[in-house]
RNA sequence: AGGGCGUUGGGCAAGUGGUUAAGCCAAUGGAUUCUCAUUCCAUGAUCACGGGUUCAAUUCCCGUACGCCUUACCA
């Protein structure tokens, strides 16, 4: 109370290095981010690595690397430093155990002997007689004699956590509103594991304390840790951040995601290789969970910034809609500028194998304006080898119509309008679309056919497809050779029969 | 099983004690176009169910159902 002064507003996020940047991560990291610039606070990323068994390679470094091809920055990390560091946990060691010793000698945890062999047992005991599973306390007031000999039997001890009991917890959640726990429905909890390394729920308390959190905002699975925080919390005499808790990110059967779900793409790398822009996908992400209020959905990242209000975070579960996220990046892909959209969509079709890596400046150029053909329909980069095939397929004779396609070339204006149009574009002297599209007026003179009649048969016969760009353009890039070579195979198939 | 939370049209989602219950995506129909695409227009909700409070409830309260999260020496 010594400062009345706004208290700085500092959020972080605590990504365990366990995997890549995924969809909710990504989520969790931009709501904070938002939070804290909104408040002109400070964005904190801290690594919470004191899970070795599942840390993964190359974890914590895709974490940063995608929220930062995502537009985020922060002010304080393992990267950048800060003072507050380290921001890696295991390099925290010592800091935790001077915590953990003091609640030890306060008689606010206990020593625990039980192996994980036994617990699992107890646990499943429970669970067989449809009882809550829960620690059961045992080594809760063991006597100097018992520690003596589970210590001569070698065990090794954890530390537990002694939960106050017939206690409210109660906080007010940003998002949920008033949340109150029974201390007694929470078990007395594990705080230092046996090969002396804090549990997640330890080192969160003695981290947000020591690094000045003072708003903790993160997925609505950790509800449940909130009171056992609080308690600690309580039992060092600190004042705990306000928190609040999104919810889930949650997949077609309404199940929270899970990286181990394929039914849906998760890692923010995968969304980068298929062509996403960070701009859509953080304008996509922040829209899971968080509504503005005006009616408009395409935000820049300044915008968001402005407008950003934590009280807007909906209490209801998010799916991951696929169609928008696409709808969305189309529309983002549209608004790009000619030579960006064109050096963003080339590299496909060059991984593809469609293109040389090396073109030469005529490949280049055909190729820059084959792919301008598609920038108003592209929902993300990597279609465009798929959209635009007709102009690298190019042995339609071996493809079988459709259905629509046999039709069109059944009719019995097909032979005179494709007849016509080969002779008119044999005469042209130059292959341009401006010179090919008065041949096709001509042709309509000549043939007195019009529109779908008329465009059909030639679209069929001279790009293998009854869709795609506008013709005459979409002739000119398929180029004269191939063109009048599939009009007169077909012709000659014809006055064969 | 205990605890926590949620439920507005196919997917999101705004909003209110008395309203024509916003908007976006999708779908369908239509207009434009040679087609696809684009663009534009149009179409849909007894606000989970049951009870209460109230002159009035989608909005407040209680219950039920359903769903999700959680109850780890994971975070």
Not at 323 to 341: C, F, H, R, T, V
Request: net charge neutral.
């Amino acid at each position: 109370m010594v400062n009345m002064v706004a208290e700085e507003v500092r959020v972080r996020y605590a990504p365990s290095p366990t995997g890549f940047l995924h969809i909710g991560n990504a989520r969790t990291a931009i709501f904070n981010y938002l939070f804290a610039r909104h408040a002109g606070g400070k964005f904190i990323i801290r690594i919470e690595d004191t899970d070795q068994k599942r840390n993964v390679e190359g974890g914590e470094e895709s974490q940063l690397k995608y929220l930062k091809w995502l537009g985020l920055d922060w002010d304080e990390s393992v990267d950048v430093g800060g003072p507050y560091g380290p921001y890696r946990q295991m390099e925290r060691l010592d800091i935790y155990k001077k915590y953990w010793q003091e609640l030890l000698d306060k008689g606010l945890a206990y020593k625990c002997y039980c192996t994980e062999d036994e617990l699992k047992a107890e646990r499943e005991d429970q669970m067989a007689h449809g009882q809550t599973p829960h620690y059961s306390g045992k080594c809760r007031n063991l006597t100097q004699e018992q520690i003596a000999k589970y210590e001569a039997e070698g065990r090794k001890p954890t530390i537990r956590f002694r939960i106050p009991s017939d206690q409210a917890v109660e906080f007010d959640d940003i998002v949920k509103g008033h949340v109150s726990f029974q201390s007694n429905d929470v078990s007395d909890f594990v705080i230092v594991k046996q090969n002396g390394v804090p549990t997640y729920n330890f080192a969160v308390v003695i981290d947000d304390h020591l690094m000045k959190m003072t708003h903790v905002l993160r997925g609505e699975e950790h509800i449940s840790n909130t009171p056992k925080q609080i308690m600690l919390f309580q039992a060092f005499g600190w004042k705990p951040p306000v928190y609040g808790h999104m919810t889930l990110i949650v997949n077609e059967n309404h199940k929270k995601l899970s990286k181990r779900d394929h039914s849906i793409v998760q890692f923010i790398e995968q969304y980068k290789n298929m062509g996403f822009l960070p701009e859509a996908l953080f304008n996509f992400i922040t829209l899971l969970g968080w509504s503005p209020k005006g009616e408009e959905e395409i935000f820049s990242m300044n915008e968001f910034i402005k407008m950003f209000d934590a009280n807007r975070l909906s209490k209801s579960p998010a799916m991951f809609d696929k169609s928008k996220l696409e709808w969305m990046n189309g529309q983002y892909i549209k608004k790009m500028p000619k030579d960006a959209y064109v050096r963003f969509t080339l590299p496909y079709l060059i991984d593809a194998g469609l293109l040389p890596a090396d073109m030469t400046e005529a490949q280049k150029s055909w190729a820059t304006r084959v792919v301008l053909l598609y920038q108003e329909q592209l929902h993300y980069g990597e279609e465009i080898v798929k959209i635009s095939d007709m102009f690298f397929n190019k042995n339609i004779e071996n493809q079988a119509l459709t259905k629509d396609e046999k039709k069109i070339l059944a009719g019995d204006q097909v032979n005179d309008v494709i007849s016509a149009f080969n002779r008119e574009l044999k005469g042209l002297t130059e292959w341009t679309a401006e010179a090919i599209a008065p041949v096709i007026k001509t042709v309509q003179k000549e043939t007195k056919q019009r529109g779908w009649k008329l465009y059909m048969p030639m679209r069929v016969v001279a790009t293998g497809s009854q869709h795609g760009p506008e013709l005459p353009e979409a002739l000119e890039l398929l180029g004269r050779d191939l063109v009048l070579k599939r009009m007169e195979t077909y012709l000659d198939k014809q006055t064969a029969v």
